[in-house]
């Protein structure tokens, strides 16, 4: 479980460099600290591929009809990147939320996964975040990787095998399963996940489900099924929410007008763009960049 030494560090370097709500990129490249002094509302956030191991405090995540807590002493892994929504319920400025997250490598995944062929994780069923009690190696690795950002000469040498290491304990773990299965030659969730990529690359274009079903070499009703199980929503919804998602980043990040933001992800009508963002963010766009007193990224929220 996590120490109260690396507790204390973590909490001491997020007051140096003021970290906020935003997740806090360190000097480790991947390596990013969240702290939330107060609890926060539902926030729809997106999720790449990643680790989060929680010191102090609780989060939760929705996926689907089901909560996934992000509490202390546990680790967490999105296996795929992930638009859902989260808030964070147990938090104050005496013991903020607090937690590292790394990004994980999935060729370095692919390369170990192979290397493990005496523990694989077969084609069960498997959602996009699995949860679990931190244990001791993880712990003790990703404390070490922290200690690099005090030993700059150290980074070159030992940053590769520290990566190495704790993307070997992610798989050895209990919920590698999902990792085995996102890096296993044509299971359902690699599939699926093959799918995500696209939807992501190409979420402005209007989306055929049939044809993402007949690349993924099943039926339109088996993969939605699939899709839903690991996923938590449906094609439709995640194409949706990654629309939205992106809408807002371009109105309050770069200032675009309401109607330029909704054309730039794909809307065809800014009336339903507007309604559709109102559902999702609480106010329509227009009301939404004017209650806020700064732009907030939209990105990472761990």
Known sequence: MPTQTLTSRVLAYSEQHAVGSVP????????????????TNVTPVLYPPIFCLVLQGEKQVRLGDEIVSFSAKRSVIVGLDLPTVARVVEASSE???????????????????AEL??????????????????DEAIVNAMERLFDLLYKPAA???LLPLLRREIHFWLLSASRGALLHQLVQTNSHAARIAEATIHIRRNYAHPLRVSDLAR????????????F??????????????LRLLE??????????P??????????????????????????????HRYSLARAEPIGIVL
Request: hydrophobic fraction near 40%; aromatic fraction near 8%.
């Open 258 to 287: 309401v109607s330029a933001a909704a054309y730039a992800v794909g809307y065809e009508s800014p009336t339903q763009f507007s309604r559709e963002f109102a559902r999702m963010f609480g106010s329509p766009p227009r009301e």
């Open 228 to 241: 839903k199980a690991i996923c938590g929503t449906t094609p439709l919804q995640y194409q949706k929410r």
């Open 95 to 113: 013991r903020p939320y607090l937690a590292l997250a790394l990004r994980l490598d999935m060729a370095l995944i692919k390369e170990l996964a």
């Open 24 to 39: 806090f990129q360190t000097e480790i490249a991947g390596l990013s600290v969240s702290c939330h002094r107060e609890p």
């Open 155 to 157: 980074v070159p040498i």
């Open 215 to 226: 690349d993924a070499g099943m039926s339109v009703s088996a993969f939605h099924q699939h």
């Open 247 to 256: 809408a807002r980043r371009l109105i309050l990040s770069e200032g675009q």
């Open 117 to 134: 062929n005496d523990c694989t994780g077969g084609d069960g069923r498997v959602s996009a975040i699995a949860a679990a009690e931190a």
